[in-house]
């Protein structure tokens, strides 16, 4: 069984940067879209950024300059680096895997990962 886990979630002060990774674990995502989503305390979980497997990357409005997201060597595996963190960021970052890019901007996504708590203090 597939499963995604992410890693690298901590506190961090406002302007601070940081790197999230999601591995991939029970098999492989072959041609899969990889995504991250975010939710904020009180708040609906949100598109933040997305690869395809060609390498392709989309971002949301928030995340466009400042966030980066990308695949590993193996393609079973994905990054987001995230610069100039704020308060704003705030949340827990979850994986997502689904067949492409089309399904994850309808957020129909096949797979979640558990999440990752971002913290940013002011």
């Given at each position: 069984?597939?499963?995604?886990?992410?890693?690298?979630?901590?506190?961090?002060?406002?302007g601070?940067?940081?790197?999230?990774?999601?591995?991939v674990?029970?098999?492989t995502?072959?041609?899969?879209?990889?995504?991250?989503f975010?939710?904020?305390?009180?708040?609906?979980?949100?598109?933040?950024?997305?690869?395809?497997?060609?390498?392709?990357?989309s971002?949301a409005?928030?995340?466009?300059?400042r966030?980066?997201?990308?695949?590993?060597?193996d393609k079973?595996s994905?990054s987001l680096?995230?610069?100039?963190?704020?308060?704003a960021d705030?949340?827990?970052?979850?994986?997502?895997?689904?067949?492409?890019s089309?399904?994850?901007r309808?957020?129909?996504?096949?797979?979640?990962?558990?999440?990752t708590?971002?913290?940013?203090?002011?």
């Open positions: 069984q597939v499963r995604l886990a992410e890693f690298g979630g901590r506190t961090v002060q406002a601070g940067s940081l790197r999230l990774s999601c591995a674990s029970g098999g995502l072959f041609r899969y879209a990889m995504a991250w975010r939710q904020a305390p009180g708040k609906e979980r949100v598109y933040v950024a997305s690869i395809t497997w060609h390498g392709i990357e971002y409005a928030f995340a466009r300059g966030f980066a997201v990308s695949l590993g060597d079973n994905v680096e995230m610069n100039n963190l704020q308060p705030t949340g827990v970052y979850y994986c997502a895997a689904a067949a492409d089309d399904k994850i309808k957020n129909e996504i096949e797979y979640w990962g558990q999440g708590q971002v913290t940013v203090s002011s």
